[in-house]
């Protein structure tokens, strides 16, 4: 069934929620802090990991 007003459907999008993962994307600076801050993460993590399967001296 049509509404009887046309501008009821226009509203309703525009108070539509924007999707968590849009919302992500469309933030440059957000991006560029993950960007940075995932492989540095995953780096050190390997670091330590390849330092702890050194064997120990005698």
């Known amino acids: 069934m049509m509404s009887a007003n046309p501008d009821l459907h226009i509203e309703d999008d525009a ?3 924007v999707p968590a993962m849009q919302q992500i994307l469309d933030n440059p600076f957000l991006l560029l802090f993950i960007g940075v801050t995932v ?13 702890v399967t050194i064997p120990m001296g005698k």
Not at 41 to 46: D, E, G, L, S, T
Request: net charge negative; aromatic share 18%; glycine share 6%.
């Open 39 to 51: 492989p540095t993460v995953f780096y050190i993590i390997w670091g330590v990991m390849e330092i």
């Open 15 to 17: 108070e539509e929620r």
